[in-house]
Nanobody, 125 residues
Framework: VQLVESGGGSVQSGGSLRLSCTGF????????MAWFRQAPGDEREAVAC???????KYQNSVKGRFTITQDNTQKTLYLQMNSLKPEDTAIYYC????????????????????WGQGSQVTVSP
């Protein structure tokens, strides 16, 4: 299984970016998918997750600004990021886990089985 990310880059505060993550060898739909991020010196934190039935959950700091979606036919996960802030600067990782997005443990990195390579997102003031 391989999760391959694309997108990311550098934008000014208030700008938008979209991340993509395509699963190769993954039985898409059998896993919950999620986005995590990690800033220098910080622990990896969950941004959002999505279940096969479309259920979604977001970290409070990104609610209303970020949208997680997935295209099961293309085996691709997306994260649309709008109204970006400097504090959103981090390396973003997609992940697949055999747990429900609705689970209280779905925001714990250790519960995810597969990870993307990471995409740098930099937001300047």
């Amino acid at each position: 299984v391989q999760l391959v990310e694309s997108g990311g880059g550098s934008v000014q505060s208030g700008g938008s970016l979209r991340l993509s993550c395509t699963g190769f060898g993954l039985t898409y739909g059998s896993y919950s998918m999620a986005w995590f991020r990690q800033a220098p010196g910080d622990e990896r934190e969950a941004v959002a997750c999505i279940a096969n039935d479309g259920y979604t959950k977001y970290q409070n700091s990104v609610k209303g600004r970020f949208t997680i979606t997935q295209d099961n036919t293309q085996k691709t996960l997306y994260l649309q990021m709008n109204s970006l802030k400097p504090e959103d600067t981090a390396i973003y990782y997609c992940a697949a886990g055999d747990l429900r997005c609705s689970s209280p443990y779905s925001f714990v990195p250790l519960n995810y089985n597969f990870w993307g390579q990471g995409s740098q997102v930099t937001v300047s003031p």
